[in-house]
């Protein structure tokens, strides 16, 4: 889709092309994203403000301005916001096309077609350091940090990598039936020397390959001897590495591994390597890698089912232990509810057939892990469960407990939809009694006379209930989207 096709979708009596010149011209920075947030518009003032030329940016996601000042909570917030269908407003650090930052306002909306369903997001943004660095606002005199131009910042990470400044912060995968930590992945952090904290996604793609696989190797070496700190503690927890395709072009990545448990004395059954989608597997090394990987004992697992090259072709190929879903695929339950609650339940019901844990990633809030539970997930991970945390603070979490989704009582709108929804598609009633019925205290509570009705339909309290099943899912699908 285009500009054109976008803004000939508009119900408005003006030529498009005065619309178009409209939108290209006002002072404040413009950018028209699809729905997957690719830019498919910016205007002048955003291209000016930025130092990026239009054609650098069509087809790129926003993400792009971000540095390393850019502070992950507010990324965090407006992934939330957007995924919920809200607006979000507020300022960001974000960086030029010449490396030099700027405090950067945003107000960016989704745009809805008639049936509620988000078809472009919208941005009105500006510039507005002058005001943020205006001595009345700052409490200290403040650095922003700069990010160096593209050309210039692969050493400075790479110097990071050698000098000891990799961190591994950890983050639980929980079993939603118990709320017990299945294991904790650990996710690679680059320690800059004023503090920041940068992530994989800003300094993987700025490596060589060989750089990658060094840090692989590193990352295990701080992995396993976390495990035996905790072990000698009296804290028995598996974790999981990530592993990008590149890597196992290295010959030698299976001995690294091998002799890495060794030395720590760490059975291969603790440990699970989590091949990234980032690349294509393109040579037999690689498949020879994954297999004697694989005979090691270490469990295989695909990361990002769904996304980049995480297909199904792979998963056909390589005898995975593990699956991880994408977090891109949950996060369309706010927006097709019904076709993602289809597909969440094929591929739990595929790792049930296929002995695969299945591990269901990007569960941000409660309906979202509800709904997960009522699908019959049995491993989740996000941060309505616990965000990615330094190591030192996951004894702490994990001798907790922790609350999980309780199968007898739905909490939120989308969970009850999600439960109605497994009935509707087999055609069948609700099984447990009106009274028992996980749904029945929310719907009375919160939802109005008509959902009742039909709800009490489904339990055969009133005439009515084949046709009624349909009703009352359509019912759910609009009171979810009003609540998400
Ligand atoms: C229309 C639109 C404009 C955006 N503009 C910016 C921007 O100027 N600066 C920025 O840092 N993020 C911007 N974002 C946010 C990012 O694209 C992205 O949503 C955010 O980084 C959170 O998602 P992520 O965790 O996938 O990166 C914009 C998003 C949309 C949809």
Redesign the pocket.
């Known amino acids: 889709m285009t500009i054109d096709d976008f803004s000939g979708a508009l119900d408005m009596p003006l030529p498009q092309s005065l619309l178009l010149r409209a939108l290209r011209t006002v002072t404040q ?1 413009l ?3 699809d729905a997957a ?1 690719t ?1 498919i518009f910016v205007n002048a003032a ?1 291209t000016a403000v ?1 130092g990026y030329g239009e054609a650098e940016l069509l087809g790129r ?6 540095g390393p000042g ?1 502070d992950p909570e ?3 917030l ?2 939330l916001r ?1 995924t919920k269908g809200e607006t ?1 407003r507020g300022q ?3 960086y030029r096309k010449d490396g030099t930052s700027f405090w ?1 306002e ?1 107000s ?2 989704p745009v809805r077609e008639d049936d509620g369903v988000i078809s ?4 009105v ?1 500006r510039d507005v350091t002058a005001q943020v660095l205006a001595p009345a606002n700052l409490p200290f005199p403040s650095v922003i940090p700069q990010r160096p131009a593209p050309e210039e910042r692969s050493p400075d990470y790479r110097e990071g990598l050698l000098s000891g400044r990799l961190r591994m912060h950890m983050q639980p995968v929980v079993d939603l039936r118990t709320g017990a930590t299945h294991f904790v992945e650990a996710l690679a952090r680059l320690e800059l020397e004023d503090g920041t904290l940068i992530s994989p ?1 800003a300094f993987l793609p700025l490596l060589t390959e060989s750089d990658v696989a060094l840090l692989f190797r590193q990352a295990l070496e701080q992995v396993l001897g976390q495990i035996a700190e905790w072990d000698a503690a009296g804290l028995s927890l598996d974790a999981s590495i990530n592993l990008a395709p590149s890597t196992l072009s290295e010959p030698e990545c299976a001995r690294w591994v091998a002799d890495a448990l060794k030395r720590h004395g760490i059975a291969p059954t603790r440990l699970s390597i989590e091949l990234l989608e980032t690349e294509v597997l393109h040579d037999r090394v690689q498949l020879e890698t994954f297999a004697a990987l694989g005979a090691l004992g270490v469990a295989m697992a695909m990361d990002d089912l769904g996304s980049g090259h995480s297909g199904l072709r792979r998963l056909l190929k390589l005898p995975f232990h593990a699956v991880k879903v994408d ?1 891109a695929i949950v996060a369309q339950l706010r927006n097709r509810p019904v076709p993602t609650l289809g597909m969440l339940t094929t591929l739990i019901q595929m790792g049930h057939d296929q002995g695969w844990d299945i591990i269901i990633e990007g569960l941000e809030d409660e309906a979202l892990t509800e709904v997960a539970a009522i699908l019959g997930a049995s491993y989740g991970q996000g941060y309505f469960l616990c965000p990615p945390v330094p190591a030192r603070d996951i004894p702490g979490w994990v001798t907790q407990s922790h609350r999980v989704p309780d199968s007898g009582l739905v909490r939120t709108p989308l969970g009850s939809l999600a439960y109605h929804w497994t009935f509707h598609r087999t055609q069948k009633q609700h099984t447990t009694s009106y009274e028992t019925c996980p749904i029945t205290d929310l719907l009375v509570e919160h939802g109005d006379q008509i959902a009742v009705k039909l709800h009490r339909q489904q339990h055969h309290l009133v005439p009515g209930s084949a046709a009624s099943s349909g009703d009352l899912l359509a019912w759910l699908i609009q009171w979810s989207r009003v609540d998400g």
């Not at 996601?61 to 971000?66: E, V, Y």
């Not at 472009?120 to 941005?123: D, G, R, V």
Request: net charge positive; glycine share 6%; with cysteine.
């Open positions: 920075g950018v028209i994203t947030q830019i955003f930025t996601n926003c993400r792009m301005l971000q850019s507010v990324v965090r407006i992934r957007l979000f960001i650090l974000n950067h945003l960016i909306s472009h997001f919208i941005s943004q996604g977090v």
